[in-house]
T-cell receptor, first 115, second 112 residues
Framework: GAVVSQHPSRVICKSGTSVKIECRSLDFQATTMFWYRQFPKKSLMLMAT?????????EQGVEKDKFLINHASLTLSTLTVTSAHPEDSSFYIC???????????FGPGTRLLVL | GEDVEQSLFLSVREGDSSVINCTYT??????LYWYKQEPGAGLQLLTYIFSNMDMKQDQRLTVLLNKKDKHLSLRIADTQTGDSAIYFC????????????FGAGTRLAVHP
């Protein structure tokens, strides 16, 4: 139980284009999903917290207009990197939390490379 | 701000026990977690401990919590080559949203 998937697992795009990453909770309903960014050999940095049906809460220093988050259902959250640039290249990981628990379950991550 | 610190690297021989240490600053953390990350993969939840517990054992894994010193450890008994990975300690942030504060990760290398 508590499986989280992400799609795509890897994406390469040209500078200036937008990229959408999906995060799904496969066997449970997630009222809250989290989006993290991980730089090589570094820890995870929380970007935003997403609650179903409401606006995401962004961490300080994260541009909400650049990283658009939508959490339209209890099993799906999307992160759209708008007008991507090479410095946005990173490993993006989502997690989901059951409504009745604090534990977060993580997806396998999406590696984004912007050329 | 709140912080979680870990040693960055640990090398052990196959069959020995591994002990990964972590310290945290938020005394109000309710849960403390250990996650495992293999190369190119997401995080796998290994185990967690509630803040009112001192110890939790789950097969080869033993978690010890010293709340007074804000120190958490993960012991892996009979370490195997498949245990080679990065291990992240994380604490819940009492400031809201059930945020997790992660340590930098400890890279565990298991050699024959």
């Amino acid at each position: 139980g508590a499986v989280v998937s992400q799609h795509p697992s890897r994406v390469i795009c040209k500078s200036g284009t937008s990229v959408k990453i999906e995060c799904r909770s496969l066997d449970f309903q997630a009222t809250t999903m989290f989006w993290y960014r991980q730089f090589p050999k570094k820890s995870l940095m929380l970007m935003a917290t997403s609650n179903e049906g409401s606006k995401a809460t962004y961490e300080q220093g994260v541009e909400k207009d650049k990283f658009l988050i939508n959490h339209a259902s209890l099993t799906l959250s999307t992160l759209t990197v708008t007008s991507a640039h090479p410095e946005d290249s990173s490993f993006y990981i989502c997690s989901a939390r059951l409504a009745t628990q604090e534990t977060q379950y993580f997806g396998p991550g999406t590696r984004l490379l912007v050329l | 701000g709140e912080d979680v610190e870990q040693s960055l690297f640990l090398s052990v021989r196959e069959g020995d026990s591994s002990v990964i240490n972590c310290t945290y600053t938020d005394s109000s953390s309710t849960y403390l977690y250990w996650y495992k990350q293999e190369p190119g993969a997401g995080l796998q939840l290994l185990t967690y401990i509630f803040s009112n517990m001192d110890m939790k054992q789950d097969q080869r894994l033993t978690v010890l919590l010293n709340k007074k010193d804000k120190h958490l450890s993960l012991r892996i008994a009979d370490t195997q080559t498949g245990d080679s990975a990065i291990y992240f300690c994380a604490s819940t942030f009492s400031g809201g949203y059930n945020k997790l504060i992660f340590g930098a990760g400890t890279r565990l290398a298991v050699h024959p």
